[in-house]
């Protein structure tokens, strides 16, 4: 089966530290990644996609970057936080080889103070 | 006008009913079609997935597409409380690497014993 790891599941952060949010797949090669956000109210927001190893678009101007140093690891990260960072984070996959469906990770849920 | 529309809710409906949650969207592009499911603090997961006009039925999962109107809509008979999460569409234009989901802002249902 193919399986989405996010770590870790929850973050306490105070504004202007740094952040790194990982995400691991199993059980497939070459996937297409997904960072999303969830804020209340606003529905899921992608952030970045990846098709491939070093290979990132952004989404939407912001002061997150994310990398992906390997096939199954897709990093999201951000040097200084601010209050608007706070959300829930989630990494996905679309199944590879088949129209659009995306899987998700069990998510990341930070809070900035 | 927003290009995936979906009513806030919440929703609350006794054990038993036929519940109907719907979606509009202003895009005619969009001809990939998803309904997800999310349990608090939970990852989506993929219920339903539709291409094109027409119906999909899952147990007791119906998912309806109606482009001329552009209107999608799930049906669930023989409501559970197993069933109270929060409920997303999705939708894209298009398949492949690069293919994007636009997400509806998510319905809370809370089904009652």
């Known amino acids: 089966s193919q399986t989405i790891h996010q770590w870790p599941a929850t973050l306490v952060q105070p504004v202007g530290s740094p952040l790194s949010l990982e995400c691991t797949v199993e059980g497939t090669s070459n996937p297409n990644l997904y960072w999303y956000r969830q804020a209340a109210g606003r529905g899921l927001q992608l952030l970045f996609y990846s098709v491939g190893i070093g290979q990132i678009s952004s989404e939407v101007p912001q002061n997150l970057s994310a990398s992906r140093p390997q096939d199954r690891q897709f990093i999201l990260s951000s040097k200084k936080l601010l209050l608007s960072d706070s959300g829930f984070y989630l990494c996905a996959r679309r199944r590879a080889g088949v129209d659009n469906e995306q899987f998700f990770g069990p998510g990341t849920r930070l809070t900035v103070l | 006008q927003k290009e995936v529309e979906q009513d806030p809710g919440p929703l609350s409906v006794p054990e038993g009913a036929i519940v109907s949650l719907n979606c509009t969207y202003s895009n005619s592009a969009f001809q990939y079609f998803m309904w997800y499911r999310q349990y608090s603090r939970k990852g989506p997961e993929l219920l339903m997935y539709?291409?094109?006009?027409g119906n999909k039925e899952d147990g007791r999962f119906t998912a309806q597409v109606d482009k001329s109107s552009k209107y999608i809509s799930l049906f669930i008979r023989d409501s559970q409380p197993s069933d109270s999460a929060t409920y997303l569409c999705a939708m894209s234009a298009f398949s492949g690497a690069n293919s994007k989901l636009t997400f509806g802002k998510g319905i809370t249902l809370s089904v009652r014993p």
């Open positions: 539709t291409y094109s006009s």
